[in-house]
Structure formats: C-alpha cells, structure tokens
Antibody
Framework: EVHLVESGGGLVKPGGSLRLSCAAS????????MGWVRQVPGKGLEWVGH??????????DYAAPVKGRFTISRDNLRNTVTLHMTSLKIEDTAVYFC?????????WGQGILVSVSS | DIQMTQSPSTLSASVGDRVTITCRAS??????LAWYQQKPGKAPSLLIY???KVGSGVPLRFSGGGSETEFTLTISSLQPDDSATYYC?????????FGGGTKVDIK
C-alpha cells in the first residue's frame, strides 16, 4: 500500500525559509514522479511542482507563483522527496500535500500546514 | 494556462439520486483529465483518470466521460458517504490546473 507522510511544516515569517519532507513507502519511489499540491484552508487545490523519475533525468517543473523560490529534490536511497521553500510570502500559507504523480495524482499524503505570518 | 471551470459549485441531492458534475476546459485537452474527491480535513483521493478510467478501489457508482473541452463526473446512485467536494484536474499541459470544486451535500 502506498504511504506518503509529510513533515517539517510550521510557522515562519515572511521572507523566511522552510523545508518540507515527504517519506514514501509501499512502492518503488525512484520509479515515480513525485509532486506537491497546496490548498489554502477553505479554498481549492493548486499544483506547486513535481520532480520526474531517473529515466526522465529527475527534471523538475514548477508553478509560476513559486518558480525561483521553491525547489523540489529527491533522495531515492531514503525514499524521500523534499520541498525547499525560500523567500516565503503570506500567500504561501496553505496545507501542502505530497503526491505520487503520473500526470494525475494517484496517491496523497495527509498534508502539512505551512503558515507564513509576522 | 488552461482554465478549468466546474459546475455547479454546490449541489444538494437525495440518497439514490443520479448526480452529474461538469468540468469545462478552456482549451482542448484530449482525455487528460482526472477527478478527485475530498472530504473535510482529509487529503483528496483519485476517483477517475484519463477522463473515464476508474481508480483503484473506487466504487462502481462513479463514472467519468467526455473529451477535449467538456467532461462529466456521474454518481449513479448517491450515497451518504459521497458527501464531499469534487475537483477536476487537467494534465494535458503545464501548469497542471484544477477546477474550483463542486461541493455535494446530501439532503
């Protein structure tokens, strides 16, 4: 069974940085594209970005609002995916979901809250 | 960017009703469309991919249809457990985009 568990969320000041981790199990994570989707509480879903598998050279793609500020990386030996967020803005406040992505998102973590506030 | 527009934004129906949600894409996306169900406080879960393929473990009362710019999600016989918000998502091109959601309530 696929299991994704996020960690590392919390409260951070505008302009600060935060690193989210996603621990994957139940599948060969190195074969999978992995992504992040966020959701402002009470609002809709927004794709953040993803990292492709080794065959696709672990290439990354990002949504325009986070491009240049967020970086997704992966450690295939530890079956983890990391979302490194810098220059955080108040509008980055959201629940961040780790996903197993193949175009559609077939598995999701439980989500973790990131709050950006002074 | 491809805009995804869902309708209605909310609907209320009775147990046993047939319910249809529509998702329209601002550009042709072939069948690169997924549907998700999200219950309050929970992560979304995949219902339908490739417009009409049912996800693993998804009850057979859920079905998807359509292509290019117009898509539907149908619940053939609404159950109490189906009270949730439903989202469509296109994966034809970047950025990947979601519809605004349809909240389904049970009368």
């Amino acid at each position: 069974e696929v299991h994704l568990v996020e960690s590392g969320g919390g409260l951070v000041k505008p302009g600060g940085s935060l690193r989210l981790s996603c621990a994957a199990s139940g599948f060969i994570s190195s074969d999978a594209w992995m992504g992040w989707v966020r959701q402002v509480p009470g609002k809709g879903l927004e794709w953040v970005g993803h990292i492709k598998n080794k065959i696709a050279n672990e290439a990354t793609d990002y949504a325009a609002p986070v491009k240049g500020r967020f970086t997704i990386s992966r450690d295939n030996l530890r079956n983890t995916v990391t979302l490194h967020m810098t220059s955080l803005k108040i509008e980055d406040t959201a629940v961040y979901f780790c996903t197993k992505a193949s175009g559609s998102f077939d598995s999701w973590g439980q989500g973790i809250l990131v709050s950006v506030s002074s | 960017d491809i805009q995804m527009t869902q309708s209605p934004s909310t609907l209320s129906a009775s147990v046993g009703d047939r319910v249809t949600i529509t998702c329209r894409a601002s550009q042709r996306i072939s069948r690169w469309l997924a549907w998700y169900q999200q219950k309050p406080g929970k992560a979304p879960s995949l219902l339908i991919y490739m417009a009409s393929k049912v996800g693993s473990g998804v009850p057979l009362r859920f079905s998807g249809g359509g292509s290019e710019t117009e898509f539907t999600l149908t619940i053939s016989s609404l159950q109490p457990d189906d009270s949730a918000t439903y989202y469509c998502q296109q994966y034809n091109s970047y950025p990947l985009t979601f519809g605004g959601g349809t909240k389904v309530d049970i009368k």
